[in-house]
């Protein structure tokens, strides 16, 4: 519980009201996934160990 919807600071705008943001709940849901599958710190789906380093490319 140290990270994703619980922890986003983004979430916590959203719940507050952010101007006029009137998310569906689809658009709620799929932002809720990507956030609580760690997306913001992992862009990708790739194994960590397997990952190339980013001086390689």
Sequence with gaps: MTFGTL???LWKVLDKG?????LTAEQKHRIKCWTD???????????????PALSEK
């Design 7 to 9: 922890e986003s600071k």
């Design 37 to 51: 599958l760690n997306c913001p710190l992992w862009p990708d789906y790739q194994y960590r160990p397997t990952r």
């Design 18 to 22: 952010h101007y006029d943001v009137d």
